[in-house]
């Protein structure tokens, strides 16, 4: 099991900058694909970006590609998502998710274990 908890949303202006953070509890975060989602009022959650194992293979969602950036540190137990050039539509409540399984995070629906979530509110 992992345990997964998001930090750094905010408010920010259109065209802004926010770094958000999840840290994942257990000695085995590093065997965990991780993922990034999020939820606009009225709309079904909806797949970011994802980050395999190791690091070496990243998806991102067509709305979000070259202006998101997700990474993770293995030794402190962390994947990040930089957020740039940020758009009113990016206004959601953001999740990370992580499973063993690669395709799980990279799916619709997402894998097994989800943090509480973060808002992020991008004002026009």
């Known amino acids: 099991q992992v345990q997964l908890v998001e930090s750094g949303g905010g408010l920010v202006q259109a065209g802004g900058s926010l770094r958000l953070s999840c840290a994942g509890s257990g000695r085995y975060f590093s065997s965990y694909a991780m993922a990034w989602f999020r939820q606009a009022p009225g709309r079904e959650r909806e797949f970011v970006a994802a980050?395999?194992?190791?690091?070496?293979?990243?998806w991102y969602a067509d709305s979000v590609k070259g202006r998101f950036t997700i990474s993770r540190d293995n030794a402190r137990n962390m994947v990040s998502l930089q957020m740039d050039t940020l758009k009113s539509e990016d206004t959601a409540v953001y999740y990370c998710?992580?499973?063993?399984?690669?395709?799980?995070?990279?799916?619709?629906?997402?894998?097994?274990?989800w943090g509480q979530g973060t808002q992020v509110t991008v004002s026009s």
């Open positions: 998710n992580a499973d063993l399984a690669v395709q799980d995070v990279v799916g619709s629906r997402g894998g097994t274990y």
């Open positions: 980050i395999s194992r190791n690091g070496r293979s990243i």
